[in-house]
């Protein structure tokens, strides 16, 4: 059984920052790759980033150079450091699983098969 388990979320004042991490299990994180998605109310479900099993990573424009993706093969955890965070960035972070090792065949939602149950980040003064 695949399982995700996203921590980490909470509330935060514009311009600080959060560290998302994701336990994955029943499947290893050095043979598929990952990704972080992100809804806010109203809006559809939108991609963060990803990495692909050999480290290679994919960001939105609107988090680029703001946010890291990252894995811990050992841990088998996926993390998302958010900084210098704004209050566009606020909505519920899923982590999700995509069976195929390299990003280009993980393109878009329908690609991740497993998902986690999400983690609420608040971005407000």
């Known amino acids: 059984q695949v399982q995700l388990v996203e921590s980490g979320g909470g509330s935060v004042q514009p311009g600080g920052s959060l560290r998302l991490s994701c336990a994955l299990s029943?499947?290893?994180?050095?043979?598929?790759?990952m990704g972080w998605f992100r809804q806010a109310p109203g809006k559809e479900r939108e991609e963060v980033a990803k990495?692909?099993?050999?480290?290679?990573?994919s960001y939105a424009d609107s988090v680029k150079d703001r946010f890291t993706i990252s894995k811990d093969s050992a841990k088998n955890t996926l993390y998302l450091q958010m900084n210098s965070l704004k209050p566009e960035d606020t909505g519920i972070y899923y982590c999700?699983?995509?069976?195929?090792?390299?990003?280009?065949?993980?393109?878009?939602?329908?690609?991740?098969?497993?998902w986690g149950q999400g983690t609420q980040v608040t971005v407000s003064s």
């Open positions: 029943g499947r290893s994180i050095s043979t598929g790759s």
């Open positions: 990495i692909g099993a050999y480290a290679t990573t």
């Open positions: 999700a699983y995509c069976a195929a090792n390299v990003l280009n065949f993980c393109g878009g939602t329908s690609d991740f098969r497993y």
